[in-house]
């Protein structure tokens, strides 16, 4: 499956931004999509994540610094995930990359080398 991210930008302090992930084709049942980040000189870090089961569902799970200002959802007909990201402080400024994975278990999600399917990242730079 081919990624393709986009949304990212420039914003102040305590604006807002959607990254959008588009993927190739359909993710086939218990496919994980996820966000993870890199800033300059900073390993990868997981962001957030969606577990597609194949239904209308979708588990989510979520870094504690994204807790309650970040929302990861999905729009099937779209094969598309989007990562909202509200109240954006300086410490979000990194490159997101969107990721997929089949039959990953919950406690990999976090983990960037348990994924194969990577898109090319799109930058996000929050001013203070």
């Known amino acids: 499956v081919q990624l393709q991210a986009c949304g990212g930008g420039l914003v102040q302090a305590g604006g807002s931004l959607r990254l959008s992930c588009a993927a190739s084709e359909e993710p086939r049942s218990r496919y994980t999509m996820a966000w993870f980040r890199q800033a300059p000189g900073r390993d990868r870090e997981f962001v957030s994540a969606i577990h597609w089961n194949g239904g209308t569902g979708g588990r989510t799970l979520y870094t504690d610094s994204a807790k309650g200002r970040f929302t990861i959802s999905r729009d099937n007909a779209k094969n598309t995930v989007y990562l909202q990201m509200n109240s954006l402080k300086p410490e979000d400024t990194a490159i997101y990359y969107c990721?997929?994975?089949?039959?990953?278990?919950?406690?990999?999600?976090?983990?960037?080398?348990?994924?194969?399917?990577w898109g090319q990242g799109t930058q996000v730079t929050v001013s203070s």
């Open positions: 990721t997929a994975q089949a039959g990953l278990i919950y406690s990999s999600i976090g983990n960037p080398d348990a994924y194969a399917h």
